[in-house]
């Protein structure tokens, strides 16, 4: 499968935990996205890389979540010290033209 | 405020029958609109996308049509089948890529 992979698929977290989300974009893609979603909304964007470099980053992603992509390949998402309103669907995208290709998501539901 | 607007949250049409989804955009810097399907515990599939520079998109059932003057685009699937129940969302994008923007979806439900 040479699909855009994230892991966990699901996590469930007591609150003020740590979570931390992992993210295979197709090989070939240099640009990789992490967006969030919520029941009703469209994914919300949180930030982007290019190759290595975050390029951007929305204001929903408050100081508790760092992004990483070490050496341009995989990306980690972590949140810490987790709250109830954290909970949402996690997804990782990859690109390499004008188009977008998603994960499956990683689900956290935070108790 | 929402760039990108999806003023239906939901449709339901018969099978056999065009569904036809809307999309409407605010921002001008816009010129790259995609549309994608999700089904429920899934991410989003990519069906299909339109350059600023056409009009009309078409693969297989499913057309995009882009009207830039109006800031507006839609989706068009004929003939519709129950396998394409799902939400449909709408996204945009400007020339760098860096940002793709989606609307809040709309669910379809094509009924036997």
């Known amino acids: 499968d040479t699909g855009v992979s994230q892991n966990p698929r699901h996590k469930i977290t007591k609150r003020g935990q740590n979570v931390t989300f992992r993210c295979d974009p197709i090989?070939?893609?240099?640009?990789l996205y992490w967006y969030r979603q919520t029941l009703g909304q469209g994914p919300e964007f949180l930030t982007y890389?290019?190759?290595?470099?975050?390029?951007?980053k929305s204001r929903l992603l408050s100081d508790r979540f760092s992004a990483e992509r070490p050496k341009g390949s995989f990306s980690t998402l972590e949140i810490q010290r987790t709250e109830q309103g954290d909970s949402a669907m996690y997804l990782c995208?990859?690109?390499?033209?004008?188009?977008?290709?998603f994960g499956e998501g990683s689900w956290l539901t935070v108790v | 405020d929402q760039q990108v607007k999806q003023n239906s949250p939901s449709l339901s049409v018969q099978e056999g029958r065009i569904s036809i989804l809307n999309c409407d955009y605010t921002?001008?810097?816009?010129?790259?609109f995609l549309w994608y399907k999700k089904y429920p515990a899934e991410g989003p599939t990519f069906l299909i996308s339109?350059?600023?520079?056409?009009d009309k998109n078409e693969d297989g059932r499913f057309t995009v049509f882009l009207n830039k003057s109006a800031k507006h685009l839609s989706l068009h699937i004929v003939p519709s089948q129950p396998g394409d129940s799902a939400v449909y969302f709408c996204?945009?994008?400007?020339?760098?890529?860096?940002?793709?923007?989606f609307g809040p979806g709309t669910r379809l439900s094509v009924l036997p």
């Open positions: 339109i350059s600023s520079i056409k």
């Open positions: 995208a990859s690109a390499g033209g004008n188009t977008i290709y």
């Open positions: 996204a945009a994008s400007d020339n760098y890529g860096q940002n793709f923007v």
């Open positions: 921002n001008s810097m816009f010129d790259y």
């Open positions: 090989s070939e893609h240099n640009r």
């Open positions: 890389f290019q190759n290595e470099a975050q390029l951007e």
